[in-house]
């Protein structure tokens, strides 16, 4: 009896793993939705404190929410096309590739050169930023807004560079004069990755005082193709003060109430000391970051132009008083680029960014996941292969959990050793299941045995499994990692397939059938992991057991192939570490008798239940 509450724990884990496992990785995207949907209708029926009045008062901006005014997208053009049509500054540095308009002074193209679109460094660099005019316009912009000011620097402005390049240590200086009394300049400096530092100053060359505003934004128009994964954020990312962490998905802003004015819609923050707003890829983001000492609005707001959706994060600081013969002054930062872990945390130590880190989306068990890739990098670092990190950090945790590990496996153990009392029990009492029940109690507290000690290394692997899953799927240095042989990517699925023998036959077999070779592996160590142990005798628990690595096969055939791999490495090393300890214990390992059993008549009736 307790070999049949062990063995059916032990499934029922095995089988919430798996139910879990898909939800969670598979079929939750539409449980978001849905979640999603419901906070946004709750949003749209409440109020939003803190929203900067859509009358502005004298002196005040005319727009609370800057760059959000009509400005129609028009014909769409070829991207080369429109980079070329005006004069830009070129940005060239050793991360990144592109140019600064000088109609407009924004940076709107950029381009990543370590980053491809597939493993073949051959293929095209990532785009991240491009202009307007182009098919998905996305850039950064910054400046003043207030009212009384004579004309302000917008979109359409024409600035004046001193230099025709970009590059780490070599800034570039905008000039423009409104012609009303204010020159602005706006010195742009970037650093060899991905962080931009841009100052703004105004000189009031006139003879009355402004009042001016500095802002920052960053605005995408048109809704990106997201993958939909719960376990990924893809939309608005900030960190605004004492506010925290804010994600809005691009769904959810359109649900939000209007903000600044009737075509526009969003969640604004003000009095905000600290942190960033920007939008987020899966690997890439673009945000502003003002000054960590200064008072902020920061806003995420979505606008109607024409037939586009736009979407922006956006930075609108105090106001600045400039008298006559005066100069103001504000400097802000654009992150544009990779969200490589090592990169992100060096700009919040070295900026003080507060909480820069979370541009990374670790999650609610970022304890877990953050250690997780941390020790990935160390071993990657040391043996330059992050598929060798994983079958490292796998027996370092086997290693770690061995004391846990070793208990279990001495449990199952003796729980083998005394099958035969236990089958002379279930004989003796036949259907009185009280009974029974009471002697396999005296038996295990005699023989010092823990039913349920079996389940540990279940219930260990699966938050590691989710954490590892999360690292793979999250993480940039993971994307295009190699292993060895065909698995060109640790971070996509193991591309060959049995359906066409694995490339031989000239076809693409179908995903929805999808099972490579590294998948097929995992499936077999598990099923010898399972056949160490002796067949349940209860029918349904042994047809549990027997489908249970068929059904993981299917299922993790679609996963990242460096997951599939550290499944399958952790199942060998637990199939070698129970042997070790069976045969320490003087117990029978039943690996080769249930492998040749599978081919032999079972006997039926009564006698063939006890002997199994």
């Known amino acids: 009896m307790g070999n049949d509450k062990t063995n059916m724990i032990v499934a029922i884990a095995l ?3 798996v139910l879990l496992g898909w939800n969670y990785f598979i079929a939750a995207p539409r449980v978001e939705q849905q979640r999603q949907a419901a906070l946004q209708d709750k949003a749209a029926s409440s109020t939003v404190d803190g929203v900067p009045s859509p009358s502005p008062k004298e002196g005040g901006p005319a727009n609370p929410v800057p760059g959000t005014l009509p400005n129609t997208q028009g014909a769409v053009e070829p991207r080369e096309a429109v980079i070329a049509r005006a004069p ?9 590739a592109g140019s600064i308009a000088l109609k407009g002074g924004r940076i709107d193209d ?6 491809h679109e597939t493993v073949d460094d051959k293929s095209p660099r990532i785009v991240l930023l491009s202009p307007t005019g182009t098919a998905n316009p996305y850039y950064a912009e910054f400046g003043w807004v207030g009212q009384n000011t004579g004309p302000l620097p917008n979109g359409d402005t024409v600035w004046t560079a001193d230099g025709t390049t970009l590059a780490s240590g070599k800034p570039v200086t905008l000039t423009y004069d409104n012609g009303a009394g204010l020159l602005f300049k706006r010195v742009i400096a970037v650093d060899d990755k991905f962080m931009f530092t841009v100052r703004d100053e105004v000189e009031n060359k006139g003879t009355k005082a402004v009042n001016l505003y500095p802002y920052g934004l960053v605005s995408r128009w048109g809704k990106p193709h ?4 719960y376990v990924l954020h893809e939309g608005m990312i900030g960190v ?3 506010d925290g962490l804010q994600e809005y998905t691009y769904d959810h802003l359109a649900k939000e109430p209007a903000l600044g004015n009737v075509s526009t819609k969003g969640k604004s923050w003000t009095g905000v000391t600290g942190g960033f707003v920007g939008i987020t890829d899966k690997y890439w983001a673009a945000a502003t970051i003002p000054d960590q000492s200064a008072a902020y609005t920061g806003s995420f707001t979505e606008r109607t132009d024409g037939a586009t959706k736009v979407y922006q994060a956006n930075v ?42 979370l541009m990374i989306d670790w999650g609610w068990f970022h304890f877990i996941t953050k250690p997780m890739f941390r020790a990935l990098d160390f071993f990657f670092h040391l043996f330059g292969n992050f598929g060798v990190a994983i079958l490292v950090v796998t027996l370092c945790l086997k290693t ?3 004391p846990i590990a070793n208990k ?9 050793a005394v099958q035969p009392e236990m089958a002379s029990i279930r004989e003796r009492y036949g259907d009185d299941k009280v009974k029974q029940q009471q002697a396999m109690m005296e038996l295990y507290k005699k023989e010092k045995i823990n039913p349920v000690a079996g389940c540990w290394p279940v219930l260990i692997q699966i938050p590691v499994f989710f954490a590892l899953y999360k690292v793979l799927f999250i993480t940039i240095e993971m994307r295009h990692a190699p292993f060895f042989g065909w698995i060109q990517d640790l971070a996509a699925p193991d591309p060959t397939n049995i359906l066409n023998l694995f490339g031989l036959l000239p076809f693409a077999a179908p995903d929805l059938f999808h099972l490579g070779v590294w998948p097929i592996i995992m499936g077999i160590t598990m099923f010898v992991q399972m056949k160490m142990n002796p067949a349940p005798p209860d029918p349904v628990q042994a047809q549990i057991f027997t489908f249970m690595p068929i059904v993981f096969t299917f299922m993790l055939g679609s996963f990242p192939a460096g997951l599939v791999i550290y499944w399958a490495w952790n199942n060998t090393l637990s199939v070698i570490q129970q042997y070790v300890i069976m045969r320490r214990n003087g117990v029978k390992v039943e690996l080769w008798d249930n492998l040749s059993g599978m081919f032999k008549k079972k006997p039926a009736g009564k006698n063939a239940v006890a002997k199994s």
């Open 226 to 229: 997201t993958q939909g994964y």
């Open 400 to 402: 770690l959990f061995l």
């Open 240 to 242: 605004l003060g004492a």
């Open 316 to 357: 609108l600081g105090g106001v600045q008083t400039v008298e006559p013969g005066a100069t103001a002054s504000a400097t802000q930062q654009l992150f544009a680029g990779a969200k490589e872990v090592n990169t992100i945390n060096n700009y919040q130590k070295d900026l003080g960014i507060k909480q820069f880190d």
């Open 110 to 115: 950029v381009s990543l050169k370590n980053y």
């Open 88 to 96: 830009r500054v070129t940005i060239d540095t050793p991360a990144l």
């Open 408 to 416: 279990s496996y001495k449990s199952m153990a003796k729980m083998k």
């Open 15 to 17: 089988s919430l793993a």
